[in-house]
């Protein structure tokens, strides 16, 4: 039997601390939102304990997300697919959390410019070796 957290609501969790983080809230600050300790708070973001209904709409409304946020970037079959994937192949999500990634981010939305922000995004691919490859991969 495979022990850890249910992979959805892992996938779920992080979704809530990417958006938090981007936020700069702190667990304790949307906890006390939530009317909820920054512990549940906590085992949400780690997918250990599953954020009911009610609970993950109240969330979506402090983070000024739609629900259907907390579900982005998860295939369908995520239940299934309980054994690890190959690492290459898999997108670490840790990075989301690092602060350049979140600084990179936020400096980039405050480029007005679209055509600009394009650029940057095209100069990005091309150094990483990516520049093949769309806007969703």
Same mark, same amino acid.
């Given at each position: 039997?495979?022990?850890?957290?249910?992979?959805?609501?892992?996938?779920?969790?992080?979704?809530?601390?990417?958006? +938090? &983080?981007?936020?700069?809230?702190?667990?304790? @600050?949307?906890? !006390?939102?939530?009317?909820? &300790?920054?512990? *549940?708070? *906590? @085992?949400?973001?780690?997918?250990? !304990?599953?954020?009911?209904?009610? !609970?993950?709409? @109240? =969330?979506?409304?402090?983070?000024?997300?739609?629900?259907?946020?907390?579900? %982005?970037?998860?295939? /369908?079959?995520?239940?299934?697919?309980?054994?690890? #994937?190959? #690492? /290459? %192949?898999?997108?670490?999500?840790? *990075?989301?959390?690092?602060?350049? &990634?979140?600084?990179?981010?936020? !400096?980039?939305?405050?480029?007005?410019? %679209?055509?600009? +922000?394009?650029? =940057?995004?095209?100069? =990005?691919? +091309?150094?990483?070796? &990516?520049?093949? @490859?769309?806007?969703?991969?």
């Amino acid at each position: 039997m495979v022990r850890g957290p249910n992979p959805i609501d892992a996938h779920v969790g992080s979704r809530v601390r990417l958006r +938090r &983080t981007l936020l700069g809230l702190s667990q304790e @600050k949307l906890a !006390n939102a939530l009317g909820l &300790t920054f512990q *549940q708070v *906590q @085992k949400y973001e780690r997918g250990l !304990n599953r954020i009911g209904s009610s !609970n993950l709409y @109240k =969330i979506s409304k402090v983070l000024n997300v739609p629900v259907g946020f907390f579900f %982005e970037d998860m295939s /369908e079959d995520l239940a299934e697919r309980l054994i690890p #994937p190959d #690492p /290459e %192949e898999v997108f670490d999500m840790r *990075q989301v959390g690092r602060r350049e &990634t979140i600084e990179l981010v936020r !400096n980039f939305y405050r480029i007005r410019d %679209e055509v600009m +922000r394009g650029q =940057i995004l095209g100069l =990005i691919r +091309r150094l990483s070796g &990516t520049q093949d @490859k769309g806007a969703g991969e």
